[in-house]
């Protein structure tokens, strides 16, 4: 990018005190940004163990490494603090969904709720013209709008928990690292002199203390640890469940029960508190309801869409059909039998390297009137009730 076109524009850049934002930063500064380093400090339970840190999230360590990078990097660098709000979003979030029998995905929701609107805002707040992420993927303008591309590495792409964004938003995103494989970025934190270069990946479920969700759910949901019958899909019971939300859509080992044939977690019914096993042949399904659908473009489909589609952030993209329903629901039809589709994790539609949109896998394909208010949509954060810590 031409460096006078970029000179004046103010950028503010995620930092985790992790290699993927501290190399981000140290490329925009190397173009020419005016850049500002901001670290959000999120809730997280006390870490597990007489030497775990205090919050596993936003740890004395990383909070030191992000400021020594900024200072090396000659840019100003705050902290803000979102504890409060990010536990009411994203860990209630992912509390309540447990209990609904649903596993979510908390990445997409803090990239909703928390990074690319309350971060955004407060980047906008401080006269920026972009928010900057570590983020693996990339943004392309087109004469029809913006595109949100996978990143470069197919092994690091994250397109799948960004998929939340609009127009807007990706207009005021930067993805500086997108184009890189996670080798090259390491070796640019070599070429700038970060202290980070060796560091090691972050986690996905920051908020828990020891990385174990059953534990945390056995803690703090009330719901979590009711036990309940095993069935088949006939109403036979088997045995007895320790809390629907310890098990997971295709779950074979740790039922407790014995069968003449592998029997495999199908659906948890929440309503009996019954966990509903069956052989694998009734595992797969051909068709699932997306609900709270994005896309990307700002505008669904008039038509069926062939797609690949993903249904979990690691898997690979399967095959299929998609249809707008209307009111954020889209079909899905995949063109063969699909395993492990579970409510609550992230449906996303591609057409190659460009990500379409996408939304949350419902409870059940006839689950059409299942819709947001069934959750709690948290107003947008007022600037003013975030505290800036320098």
């Not at 909703?112 to 900057?132: G, S, V």
Request: aromatic share 8%; charged share 20%.
């Amino acid at each position: 990018m031409n460096t006078e076109s970029v000179a004046k524009r103010r950028v503010v850049v995620a930092m985790s005190g992790g290699v993927d934002s501290s190399v981000a930063a140290a490329l925009l500064v190397e173009q020419g940004y005016d850049v500002v380093g901001m670290m959000m400090r999120l809730w997280s339970e006390p870490g597990i163990g007489a030497s775990a840190p205090a919050n596993r999230c936003c740890t004395p360590d990383q909070m030191a490494d992000a400021r020594r990078v900024a200072g090396l990097l000659g840019i100003p660098f705050y902290v803000v603090d979102v504890q409060d709000h990010f536990r009411q979003t994203v860990v209630q979030f992912f509390i309540d969904e447990h209990e609904y029998g649903r596993t979510p995905n908390p990445c997409i929701e803090c990239n909703r709720q928390i990074r690319f609107t309350y971060l955004l805002e407060r980047a906008l707040a401080l006269d920026a013209d972009y928010l900057a992420t570590g983020h693996y993927a990339q943004v392309r303008h087109t004469p029809s709008g913006y595109q949100l591309l996978k990143g470069l590495d197919p092994n690091k792409d994250q397109s799948y928990v960004l998929h939340v964004l609009d127009q807007e938003k990706l207009g005021q995103v930067l993805f500086p690292i997108g184009g890189y494989t996670k080798a090259e970025v390491r070796e640019l934190a070599q070429k700038f002199g970060l202290p980070v270069v060796s560091k090691s990946e972050s986690q996905d479920l920051c908020f828990l203390g020891d990385g174990n969700y059953r534990r945390f759910l056995q803690e703090y949901s009330q719901k979590a640890s009711q036990p309940g019958p095993i069935l088949t899909c006939n109403g036979e019971e088997l045995g007895q469940h320790n809390g629907l939300p310890f098990y997971t859509i295709g779950q074979r080992k740790g039922l407790g029960i014995s069968a003449s044939v592998p029997l495999f977690v199908l659906r948890k019914v929440v309503a009996q508190n019954a966990l509903i096993v069956g052989p694998k042949s009734e595992l797969g399904q051909q068709t699932l309801i997306a609900r709270d659908v994005n896309w990307l473009s700002g505008q669904p489909p008039q038509t069926p869409i062939s797609a690949q589609i993903k249904i979990r952030y690691k898997a690979k993209g399967i095959q299929g059909e998609v249809v707008d329903l209307g009111s954020g629901r889209s079909k899905v039809t995949f063109h063969e039998p699909v395993f492990g589709v579970t409510a609550g994790q992230g449906a996303v539609f591609y057409d190659g390297d460009v990500c379409l949109g996408g939304g949350i896998i419902a409870d059940g394909v006839n689950d059409l009137e299942e819709t947001a208010a069934s959750l709690q949509t948290a107003p947008s954060l007022q600037l003013a009730n975030i505290q800036v810590l320098s």
